[in-house]
């Protein structure tokens, strides 16, 4: 007898799944009476109509995705003790990679944690969850990372859109220590980052190896960083010796952080709050230039229907990034829309280089570091794009 309910895949559906992906979309399983009066986040077995064995999943019958897969066995126990067996392989990953605990411990399904995301920021932890069925076993989650790693301070970031999608609150609250400004270590760099109030969980972890590699071009150039939030890549820049950097950013609260981290580490940039688009607009109207142009926006697709739109967003960034940028300079343009895909975002922004009258060569594609794994059966969790173009 099953530990836990039963949701059935349809005949001949679940195709992705039975190659190996973690979701099941509504259509895909059999939404009964029964399983319609399961609450949201449910911990189900899920068969096929053979009988096979799909796994244990979380069950949201008001849910696009009606299924995620957490384990391929049936009735396995969603407790402390898996949790804490999940965070252990883990960090130990993330060991192997990093000497300081500065990084993304835990990526979603990517780490086989679906709807579950924790940055560590040394003695500090922020923790976010977007699906019903993670909300469901919150206690369990944050039991298995006190045991794991035992943070000071663990931060609770239930506020992404997507939980309004699985029918979820929203809140921040610090359920262990307190919640607030940390420092980050990153490159060698020292930054600052808000973890209660900041974007996402307070930090970008993703374009560490971006910055990385953009500093590496940046020694006695100058950087104009675009969408800088709390400076990343200015900063990182500024520390590998680029002269004349500049960072633009909309949020007061990230200009002031960027701001502190520069008087901290007693480096040389200079950040405007501003309409990034209108202040970009103005600097080529003033024929003022830059070696070095980064453009790391926020998402423009956020969801299929905003396509077209964003395409064209990235389109006249991408223009108004190359018209800022010297002859022989580099335009580094980034996406984190995970609905636009690599061959449309890669299209937009050389065609809107190349509407500048500019030449253009791609040098480098990139996505996020490796402390954001990817499901290889999933390639929507390859959410970021980086392009590299070095222009004439």
């Known amino acids: 007898m099953s530990t836990h309910p039963v949701i059935r895949v349809k005949p001949r559906e679940g195709r992705r799944a039975r190659a ?14 029964e399983a319609k009066s399961l609450a949201q986040g449910t911990v189900v077995n899920v068969l096929g109509d053979d009988g096979r064995v799909f796994g244990t999943g979380f069950f949201n019958p008001h ?15 969603i407790d402390a003790a898996f949790f804490a067996t999940r965070l252990r392989r883990a960090l130990g990953l993330r060991e192997q990679m990093f000497a300081a605990p500065y990084y993304r411990l835990v990526n979603a399904e990517g780490d086989g944690l679906p709807g579950l995301t924790i940055d560590r920021f040394g003695e500090a932890s922020v923790v976010q969850i977007t699906t019903a069925g993670m909300e469901a076993v919150r206690n369990a989650v944050l039991d298995a990372l006190d045991g794991v790693i035992a943070p000071a301070d663990v931060i609770l970031r239930a506020d992404t859109p997507a ?10 609250t610090a359920v262990k220590g307190s919640a607030g400004r940390v420092g980050v270590e990153e490159n060698g760099v020292r ?24 500093a ?4 006695g150039r100058s ?7 709390s400076g990343g890549f ?18 007061a609260p990230a200009v002031a952080l960027a701001e502190e981290a520069a008087a901290a580490g007693r480096l040389t940039a200079k950040f405007v709050k501003c309409d990034v688009f209108a202040e970009l607009e103005r600097l080529a109207a003033a024929a003022q230039t830059f070696d070095i142009v980064i453009a790391d926006p926020p998402p423009f697709v956020k969801a ?17 990034a190359a018209g800022v940028t010297a002859p022989g300079g580099t335009v580094f343009l980034a996406s984190c829309s995970h609905n636009i895909p690599l061959e449309r975002f890669a299209s937009e922004c050389a065609t809107g280089i190349l509407r500048t009258g500019r030449a253009a060569r791609l040098i480098r594609q990139s996505g996020a570091g490796p402390d954001h794994p990817i499901h290889p059966m999933l390639p929507e969790s390859a959410y970021l794009k980086a392009l590299v173009f070095a222009l004439d």
């Open 223 to 229: 950087v104009l960083d675009a969408f800088s939030f």
């Open 216 to 219: 590496g071009l940046a020694r």
């Open 234 to 251: 200015a900063l990182a820049a500024a520390c590998a010796g680029a002269i004349d950097v500049a960072g633009l950013e909309s949020s």
């Open 191 to 214: 930054y600052f980052a808000d973890l209660a109030a900041g974007q996402k969980t307070g930090w970008y972890y993703d374009q560490r190896e971006n910055r990385a590699f953009m």
């Open 304 to 320: 299929k229907k905003d396509l077209e739109t964003g395409a064209k967003a990235y389109r006249k960034l991408a223009r108004l």
């Open 20 to 33: 190996g992906a973690p979701w099941l979309f509504s259509n895909e399983v059999e939404i009964t009476p």
């Open 63 to 77: 849910s696009l995705i009606a299924v995620r897969l957490i384990d391929p066995a049936a009735d396995a126990a």
């Open 163 to 172: 939980r309004a999608q699985e029918g979820l609150d929203s809140y921040v």
